[in-house]
């Protein structure tokens, strides 16, 4: 329910290709959501299949056709009846938090292990969040609300990271 939600809020504003929408989740979502390429095809066939996107075949000379997706008058109406309901809350699932019930069979070499390895992408990660800062949200006062919205999430996603590594840093020194 909620890729068909970010595809239809991807393409909102502008129509788009497979590809186009693809660039979209890396530029601009990369932080609060992640699909496969494999995953966003199948779903944006779905959209069309239900009438949320319209579709337009462009033919190109040497490379396949290019299918051009646009929001549809059904695409907003689902989109803006989505938008009107509360989430309720998110659970927490993380098979890493399972392994701490399982402390005294945990190796301590293989915990060990595993979290310098979690610290390393979570701190991949916060380099990422750097960089989309950088490109997209350089001077944040100097943006309109509707252009700022997207960097409130951004800035979440730094402070989560933050507390995970902060976090990570904890168990390593007790545990």
């Known amino acids: 329910m909620a890729l068909k939600a970010v595809l ?3 393409l909102q504003r502008e129509p788009g290709s497979g590809y186009d929408v693809l660039q979209r989740f890396k530029t601009g979502l990369a932080h609060v959501w992640h699909a496969s390429h494999q995953q966003i095809y199948r779903e944006l066939d779905k959209l069309h ?3 949320l996107l319209s579709c337009e075949t462009i033919p190109q000379q040497d490379r396949p056709d290019r299918k051009v997706y646009r929001i ?3 695409g907003v109406a689902f989109l803006e009846t989505w938008l009107a309901e509360p989430l309720g809350p998110q659970p927490v699932r993380s098979p ?3 392994k701490f019930f399982a402390w005294e069979r945990w190796p301590d070499e293989a915990r ?3 979290l310098l390895a979690l610290r390393e992408s979570l701190n991949v990660r916060l380099r990422s969040y750097q960089a989309i800062e950088a490109t997209w949200f350089a001077d ?3 943006l ?3 252009e700022r919205a997207p960097w409130h999430t951004l800035r979440l996603g730094q402070r989560l990271t933050q507390t ?3 976090w990570i840093d904890e168990v390593l020194t007790d545990g």
Do not use: G, N, Q, R
Request: no cysteine; proline share 4%; net charge negative.
């Open 112 to 114: 060990h292990a595993e």
């Open 96 to 98: 890493l938090f399972a």
């Open 8 to 10: 239809l809020i991807t």
């Open 140 to 142: 944040p006062a100097s």
């Open 144 to 146: 309109t609300a509707e």
């Open 49 to 51: 299949m239900a009438e």
């Open 72 to 74: 549809t008058e059904e």
């Open 164 to 166: 995970w590594l902060t």
